[in-house]
C-alpha cells in the first residue's frame, strides 16, 4: 500500500498536480489494533503510538489530502460511512478545500 501509494503520489508530482489534487484512501476495517497485529514482527513503535496501545477501534481509516494541503490534520469525529458519496459530491463541487471544512462538514453529517 505505502509503494502504490508512493507511486501515485509521483506521478502527480511529476505531472505538476500534486497540489492541486485531492486525494481519499479508504479501509474497509479497523486497523492497527491489538487483537490482530501487535505479535506480529511488522508491529512498530509507530504502530503502538498510532493505536494508543493497541487499543481497538472499529472505525475504518478516510485518509484525506485536500488541495492546497501541506500539513497533517485530524477529524476524530465519528463518521457514517453511508455519507460517504455525499462527501465525494461536496469535495468535487469544491465545498471541502480545507481540513476545517471539511471537519465542519463531517460534523454536520452527525
Known amino acids: 500500500a505505502d509503494r ?14 500534486w497540489d492541486a489534487a485531492t ?4 479501509g474497509d476495517h479497523s486497523w492497527r489494533t491489538k487483537l490482530i497485529w501487535d505479535n506480529s514482527d511488522g508491529w512498530s513503535a509507530e504502530d503502538q503510538a498510532a493505536s494508543h496501545g493497541g487499543q481497538f477501534d472499529d472505525r475504518p481509516a478516510y485518509i484525506v489530502k485536500l ?6 490534520a485530524r477529524v ?3 463518521f457514517a460511512a453511508v ?5 465525494f459530491d461536496a469535495m468535487l463541487q469544491g465545498r471541502l478545500q ?13
Open 23 to 26: 486525494v481519499v484512501v479508504m
Open 4 to 17: 502504490s501509494l508512493g507511486h501515485v503520489r509521483a506521478l502527480l508530482e511529476q505531472r505538476g498536480e
Open 83 to 87: 455519507h460517504t458519496r455525499a462527501m
Open 76 to 78: 476524530d469525529a465519528k
Open 67 to 72: 488541495p492546497g494541503q501541506h500539513s497533517g
Open 98 to 110: 480545507t481540513p476545517a471544512e471539511l471537519q465542519a462538514w463531517v460534523a454536520s453529517q452527525q
